[in-house]
């Protein structure tokens, strides 16, 4: 496979990339109080220096309780946070990059880093973390609509403030995920139900309002996920037929790109066919996706991290994938992180160069 097809301008409404490359979104909490500080908008910059065709920022907290889990995650919200967002995409930009801010409610996902937290604050359709797990406070009516005019507020503040498209998360088990998750959302009103397609009425509300807020040509990016921290094998939707329930509605609301998340990228979504998710998830829509999942690192990280490895995992077969047109975009997560330089190093196929990641990359922000 010719590495030229990584490299092949992409455009889509007012998106317009250089390459097919994106650094995933990945959670660095180095943002004291909420603030994103002159280092986090050097730590975006080098990569947009560095051939990466679009960043993603880590989840940013909307304006909500609790919308954050850890007290040095970047919130998307109050002047003086935003004021910290706008030298960040002014120092990507400046540095030839495109970026957008991912916004994000954890929803009922208790803290991971030991920060005292009050319980009452966290929110999820069903006050539950996962499935039997009771966690946090049932969302009222209310906390719907204000947590969906929050998402749409941060929408049209990342417009303002320059960025290039806006990221909803509603993966992984946060939030949105909880209310498409069966094990989670236990409503009887309009935001729950049997079908995929009744449980995900607050995520294609969430997109109304967000497309509301920025116009047509400000292109909206869903995030999502089979499977959720709290349960590596949990699954939406079992056939192409329950995904399309899943998506489509989403996308007539006003998604224009999937990012489909899913563990290893190269992992068929279903037996019938080699497809992954994000390239099931283009078969059913139409829509734009981006492919995620272990890109670009080594077979000695992925066999220590996942217990496999093979040479369905390397960089050949994802650009086999690509020149297909399986997907249209590849967001590359833990080897960005580790070596800015990961896409000059491939666009000049100085694959010997490239460094391994370890993760003690995740303790610092460099």
């Known amino acids: 496979m010719s590495i030229n097809t990584l490299f092949q301008p992409f455009s889509f409404k007012g998106l317009k990339l250089p390459n097919r490359i994106v650094m995933a979104p990945m959670t660095r909490g180095f943002s004291p109080d909420g603030y994103p500080t002159k280092d986090v908008a050097n730590y975006y910059a080098k990569r947009a220096?560095?051939?990466?065709?679009?960043i993603i920022s880590e989840g940013t907290g909307?304006?909500?309780?609790?919308?954050?889990?850890?007290?040095?995650?970047?919130?998307?919200?109050?002047?003086q946070e935003l004021a910290g967002w706008k030298q960040v995409i002014d120092a990507v930009h400046a540095a030839g990059g495109l970026m957008i801010p991912q916004l994000w409610h954890v929803g009922a996902v208790p803290s991971p880093y030991g920060d005292d937290l009050p319980v009452d604050l966290f929110e999820s359709p069903s006050g539950l973390n996962s499935p039997d797990q009771p966690f946090g406070r049932t969302?009222?009516?209310?906390d719907i609509a204000d947590t969906i005019a929050a998402f749409a507020s941060a929408a049209a503040d990342a417009k303002r403030l320059g960025f290039d498209a806006v990221e909803l998360h509603g993966a992984h088990g946060y939030l949105i995920d909880q209310f498409f998750w069966k094990g989670t959302n236990h409503r009887t009103d309009r935001f729950g139900g049997v079908t995929l397609a009744e449980r995900g009425r607050f995520a294609a509300e969430i997109i109304?309002?967000?497309?509301?807020?920025?116009?047509?040509?400000?292109?909206?990016?869903?995030?999502?996920?089979?499977?959720?921290?709290?349960?590596?094998?949990?699954?939406?939707?079992?056939?192409?037929?329950?995904?399309?329930?899943?998506?489509?509605?989403?996308?007539?609301?006003?998604?224009?790109?999937?990012?489909?998340?899913?563990?290893?990228?190269?992992?068929?979504?279903?037996?019938?066919?080699?497809?992954?998710?994000?390239?099931?998830?283009?078969?059913?829509?139409?829509?734009?996706?981006?492919?995620?999942?272990?890109?670009?690192?080594?077979?000695?990280?992925?066999?220590?991290?996942?217990?496999?490895?093979?040479?369905?995992?390397?960089?050949?077969?994802?650009?086999?994938r690509l020149e297909?047109?399986?997907?249209?975009?590849?967001?590359?997560?833990?080897?960005?992180?580790?070596?800015?330089q990961w896409a000059v190093k491939i666009h000049q196929n100085r694959t010997a160069d490239l460094m391994n990641f370890n993760p003690s990359a995740l303790a610092i922000l460099t």
């Open 324 to 340: 297909r047109g399986d997907f249209d975009l590849v967001a590359v997560g833990r080897a960005l992180l580790q070596d800015p």
């Open 208 to 320: 109304q309002a967000v497309r509301a807020a920025v116009g047509s040509d400000f292109a909206i990016i869903l995030r999502l996920s089979q499977w959720k921290q709290q349960d590596y094998t949990a699954r939406l939707a079992n056939t192409p037929a329950e995904m399309e329930e899943w998506l489509q509605p989403l996308v007539d609301a006003g998604a224009d790109i999937l990012h489909c998340s899913q563990r290893r990228f190269w992992e068929p979504e279903f037996d019938e066919s080699e497809l992954n998710f994000a390239g099931w998830a283009k078969k059913l829509t139409g829509v734009p996706t981006i492919t995620v999942g272990s890109v670009g690192l080594n077979g000695d990280f992925i066999r220590a991290f996942s217990g496999e490895a093979s040479q369905a995992a390397s960089l050949d077969e994802l650009l086999r």
């Open 49 to 54: 220096a560095a051939e990466v065709g679009l």
């Open 62 to 79: 909307i304006a909500r309780p609790a919308s954050l889990n850890g007290v040095n995650l970047p919130r998307f919200h109050g002047e």
């Open 139 to 142: 969302m009222t009516d209310t």
